[in-house]
Antibody
Framework: EVQLVESGGGLVRPGGSLRLSCAAS????????MNWVRQAPGKGLEWVAF????????YYADSVKGRFTISRDNAKNSLFLQMNSLRDEDAALYYC????????WGQGTLVTVSS | QSVLTQPPSVSGAPGQRVTISCSGS?????????VHWYQQFPGTAPKLLIY???NRPSGVPDRFSGSKSGTSASLAITGLQAEDEADYYC???????????FGGGTKLTVL
């Protein structure tokens, strides 16, 4: 059974940093690209970042470019999102999702940005 | 503002057919990139509903279908059921942004 479990969310002050993790299981992690997608409370889905299977290609939404970094550890079946210079508008539920189209999603980890 | 434009809401009575549109441009849908559709119930993660314009993952009822033409795509739901009440999102790739983009989402209400 495919499972994606996010962690690392929490309360952070504007300008602060946070590192999200996504533990993958139930499939061959090295075969799949991965994404981070976020959803602000009461709002729609916003794609954040993509990384291909061997971490040679990454894409970012303009809203996070230069502040967020997506990475993966294929030996540990893990996906990461390093978030720096956090802003109020980065507050959201962050999902990791497998592949594009996103065929499996985690349950999300909540990031709150507030002073 | 989303790159892909969806109506904020649609509604229909049980048994009816409804469609949800997803309007893009020549840099995304019109450039030939596939459109995917997701269904999301309140408090839960999105679920892939249609992929590559008109393909259903295993387990998705054939009441759900997708189509694409020019710079737009549509999701059709026939034989509307109460349990179809959810939010629906389209997704494609935008070559000018080098980024995947979602539509703003459409809330389906079953009357």
């Amino acid at each position: 059974e495919v499972q994606l479990v996010e962690s690392g969310g929490g309360l952070v002050r504007p300008g602060g940093s946070l590192r999200l993790s996504c533990a993958a299981s139930g499939f061959t992690f090295t075969d799949y690209s991965m994404n981070w997608v976020r959803q602000a409370p009461g709002k729609g889905l916003e794609w954040v970042a993509f990384i291909n299977s061997d971490a040679t290609t990454m894409y970012y939404a303009d809203s996070v470019k230069g502040r967020f970094t997506i990475s993966r550890d294929n030996a540990k079946n893990s996906l990461f999102l390093q978030m720096n210079s956090l802003r109020d508008e980065d507050a959201a539920l962050y999902y990791c999702a497998r592949h594009t189209p996103c065929d499996y999603w985690g349950q999300g980890t909540l990031v709150t940005v507030s002073s | 503002q989303s790159v892909l434009t969806q109506p904020p809401s649609v509604s229909g009575a049980p048994g009816q057919r409804v469609t949800i549109s997803c309007s893009g441009s020549r840099s995304d849908i019109g450039a030939g990139y596939d459109v995917h559709w997701y269904q999301q119930f309140p408090g839960t993660a999105p679920k892939l509903l249609i992929y590559a314009n008109n393909n259903r993952p295993s387990g998705v009822p054939d009441r759900f279908s997708g189509s694409k033409s020019g710079t737009s795509a549509s999701l059709a739901i026939t034989g509307l059921q109460a349990e179809d009440e959810a939010d629906y999102y389209c997704q494609s790739f935008d070559r000018s942004l080098s980024a995947w983009v979602f539509g703003g989402g459409t809330k389906l209400t079953v009357l």
